[in-house]
């Protein structure tokens, strides 16, 4: 019987490592992770012991919405840092499929940049396809419970990547401001806007 | 020097008339005018690409929707590429892609600013991913959210 429940337990976890490209969405737990940062030292959420959770976002050098988002990343570790959800960033691109976005060059724009916060190396995407993110910029809102980290919110970071708009509805704001609340954020997914993951051409 | 004046106002005029006309090589279009386009247009088949010029997989197909409107230019078939590239972007990128690429059929540039809105008007179960193609023919509909080879277009194109 032990041996069953063994290879039960075997086969599901296999099934598990097949469907991990799925996107997490909200109730989901956020896996930790220990990735290289731009400063060569590794980040992992357990270096910030003090945090309430995460913004943790996937974005690239290159990608003109990811550009256009820059500064409101930024802002949004500004604002929020303080409050106990610093952002983490991660570049979820292959270096070999996207020039642009080798280690050195995430260097060179989080310098440019002065990027207040980590931008993590995901060698061979392994938290990219944890996460499921599939577009630049995705942005993952995580809570810090007894239970583990929680995924919160995910998708997009506001309803207007041009930055145009006067009034924008800022959904990952909106998200951690409902949980500073003890709230359920209102919206728990968006459609993330923004350039393909880039990969590998299959063999 | 009268002649001189008529003359330079001439060719003002014939200047600004080509301007304008070169501008509009893409013109700025909502989804309401592309539906209204589609709904009234004088054509039977629609095939709306959307793409951007910063799109690797988009600008690598975007010969294939050219190809495909010059070989059926005899059927009432209407091949529309619609850029979903900023409007910031429209005279300092969009403008002169068509121009080098020598794009010759319909170009727009989308004139909507709320992806989460408009993306779920055009197709729900559209992610936002470009490339993506619809082809429309009467009440038929097809939504293709991946590059496309000139035999998948064709085929696609055919079965409508």
Known sequence: ?203 | MKKIQTLLVYSFLLFAFASTAYSQNVKLLTVDQLYERVNKGKDSTYVVNFWATWCGPCVKELPHFEKLQSEYKTEKLAVLLVSVDFKSKLNSAVIPFVKRKKMKNEVFLLNESSPQEYIDRIDPSWSGSIPATIFIKGDKRKFIETELTYDQLLTEYKKL
């Open chain 1, 1 to 203: 019987m032990k041996n069953i429940i063994t290879l039960l337990v075997l086969v599901f976890t296999a099934w598990l490592s097949q469907a991990q490209t799925a996107t997490l969405k909200e109730g989901d737990i956020a896996p930790d992770f220990k990735l290289k940062n731009v400063d060569n030292k590794e980040v992992s959420f357990a270096s910030y012991p003090n945090a309430k959770g995460f913004i943790v976002v996937f974005t690239c050098n290159k990608c003109p919405y990811a550009v256009a988002y820059e500064q409101r990343i930024i802002d949004l570790d500004k604002k929020f840092r303080p409050q106990g959800y610093p952002v983490i960033a991660i570049n979820p691109n292959d270096p070999e499929a996207s020039k642009a976005d080798s280690f050195n060059k995430m260097q060179d724009l989080a310098v440019a940049k002065k990027y207040p916060f980590p931008y993590l190396f995901d060698a061979g995407q392994v938290v990219t396809d944890q996460y499921g993110a599939k577009h630049t910029p995705h942005i993952f809102i995580v809570s810090k419970s007894n239970k583990g980290n929680i995924v919160e919110y995910v998708g997009a970071i506001d309803n207007d990547p041009e930055g145009t708009k006067a009034e924008k509805t800022k959904y990952a704001e909106d998200a951690i401001v409902a949980l500073q609340n003890n709230k359920k954020p209102a919206i728990t997914q968006t459609k993330e806007i923004g350039c393909t993951v880039k990969r590998k051409a299959k063999a």
